[in-house]
């Protein structure tokens, strides 16, 4: 059945490491979708991409993370170099989204990489 | 900015009870507004979606209703079972950016047995 999935599910690492999160979007679908869910802040959208151009990526910190599309079934978000405020669970989700469909902005999440900076 | 908030932030019920949960948001223009499902260590899972113009959508036994004019939204859970246990978020899309969901931080429910 189709989903999203995301690797690693679950990432440890020191302070100042590069860290990278892998997600494959559901095929077809055409925006992803990264998120960073904690316990003070809740869930925030860092960068979404559509056709694989970057939209939005305002919620993210410039200088340490970077998003990238490098092809339609594969989305990166890299840390570099990763701090513990960092920790957190980060998700990817994907859609097709157009408008004028009664569904067109349905989000699909992954499962989550559980990241943990020491 | 958007600001979402979900009214309790927990919640234990017996099972086989009657329950509502609340999200309010601050901004009334929106575009919809999704009720997601999160179980520990997993992913959301999109519950219902009600478009902006719509009053209330049905799945089941849930039922979510939108008072766009007012900024609330209830989900209603008919005869709760153990099984609905999980933390449940309400996000609210943006009328001039559909693409952009402000979540809320979730109301996590227990049903015990």
């Known amino acids: 059945d189709a989903r999203v999935t995301q690797t690693p599910r679950d990432k440890v690492t020191e302070m100042g490491q590069e860290v990278t999160m892998r997600c494959q979007p559901i095929l077809g679908h055409n925006t992803v979708f990264w998120y960073r869910q904690t316990m003070m802040q809740g869930l925030e959208l860092l960068a979404y991409?559509?056709?694989?151009?970057?939209?939005?990526d305002s919620g993210m910190p410039k200088d340490r993370f970077s998003a990238e599309m490098p092809d339609a079934t594969l989305a990166t978000l890299k840390i570099q170099p990763s701090e513990p405020r960092d920790s957190a669970v980060y998700f990817c989700?994907?859609?097709?989204?157009?408008?004028?469909?009664?569904?067109?902005?349905?989000?699909?999440f992954g499962p989550g990489t559980r990241l943990t900076v020491l | 900015k958007q600001e979402v908030t979900q009214i309790p932030a927990a919640l234990s019920v017996p099972e086989g009870e009657n329950l509502v949960l609340n999200c309010s948001f601050t901004d009334s223009a929106i575009y919809n507004l999704q009720w997601f499902r999160q179980d520990p260590g997993k992913g959301l899972t999109s519950l219902l979606l009600?478009?902006?113009?719509?009053r209330e959508q049905t799945s089941g036994r849930l039922n979510a209703s939108l008072d766009k004019s007012s900024g609330r939204s209830t989900l209603y859970i008919a005869a709760s079972q153990p099984g609905d246990s999980a933390t449940y978020l309400c996000a609210v899309s943006h009328l001039y950016n559909f693409n952009k969901f402000y979540f809320g931080s979730g109301t996590k429910l227990n049903v015990k047995p």
């Open positions: 991409f559509r056709n694989r151009a970057p939209l939005d």
């Open positions: 989700a994907s859609g097709l989204v157009q408008r004028g469909g009664v569904r067109d902005n349905e989000q699909f």
């Open positions: 009600i478009q902006s113009s719509q």
